[in-house]
T-cell receptor, first 112, second 113 residues
Framework: GENVEQHPSTLSVQEGDSAVIKCTYS??????FPWYKQELGKRPQLIID?????GEKKDQRIAVTLNKTAKHFSLHITETQPEDSAVYFC???????????FGKGTRLSVIA | GAVVSQHPSRVICKSGTSVKIECRSL??????MFWYRQFPKQSLMLMAT?????????EQGVEKDKFLINHASLTLSTLTVTSAHPEDSSFYIC?????????FGPGTRLTVL
């Protein structure tokens, strides 16, 4: 089955700097790659996603890139702000009504 | 997107009791719902896939007789944690997946004393 690896597990950046989180996946049939932000005690919130027919997607300060050949995808947050501090999860799923397989998460701390 | 509710949001129970968690799809007919579990400072792990009108599919290592799943209608799936023990204390989240994108319920924080 699918295996998703996520790095780093923790990341500290200065406010205004960029943050990059990387994930790899194992199942070449996976075609949907969302990123979630989770605050303590709350459900994961989708912040951006990408499908396998696209190589890059951007939404304001957040961007995701996908390399299908290498089976890895990355989250880029620019101009980080203290409110970006949270745990971020990448995930992958195959076509159809299938569950997500999550990475282990990255705890991002943005230092003011 | 789909709206998913979950009840209760928080429950504290004594060891040995059973707890039922409800997951409702409010605006989408969900033939399939997913149940995840998240221990503190860990990731979400799929427990089981709930299928309307048929038996649930459990992931390896998840006891089907302990975590009873019922999906009797297109809008409701329930997870019952039977004979709960402290090690079952966790955050339980359901989701449904129309068009590949997943929509999560708000989660249930279970604490077993």
């Amino acid at each position: 089955g699918e295996n998703v690896e996520q790095h780093p597990s923790t990341l500290s950046v200065q406010e205004g700097d960029s943050a990059v989180i990387k994930c790899t996946y194992s199942d070449s049939a996976s075609n949907y790659f969302p990123w979630y932000k989770q605050e303590l005690g709350k459900r994961p919130q989708l912040i951006i996603d990408i499908r396998s027919n696209v190589g890059e997607k951007k939404d304001q300060r957040i961007a995701v890139t996908l390399n299908k050949t290498a089976k890895h995808f990355s989250l880029h947050i620019t101009e980080t702000q203290p409110e970006d501090s949270a745990v971020y999860f990448c995930a992958a799923s195959t076509p159809g009504n299938t569950p997500l397989v999550f990475g282990k998460g990255t705890r991002l701390s943005v230092i003011a | 997107g789909a709206v998913v509710s979950q009840h209760p949001s928080r429950v504290i129970c004594k060891s040995g009791t059973s707890v039922k968690i409800e997951c409702r799809s409010l605006d989408f007919q969900a033939t399939t719902m997913f149940w995840y579990r998240q221990f503190p400072k860990q990731s979400l792990m799929l427990m089981a896939t709930s299928n309307e009108g048929s038996k649930a599919t459990y992931e390896q290592g998840v006891e089907k007789d302990k975590f009873l799943i019922n999906h009797a209608s297109l809008t409701l799936s329930t997870l019952t944690v039977t004979s709960a023990h402290p090690e079952d204390s966790s955050f339980y989240i359901c989701s449904t997946s129309p068009h590949n994108e997943q929509f999560f319920g708000p989660g249930t924080r279970l604490t077993v004393l």
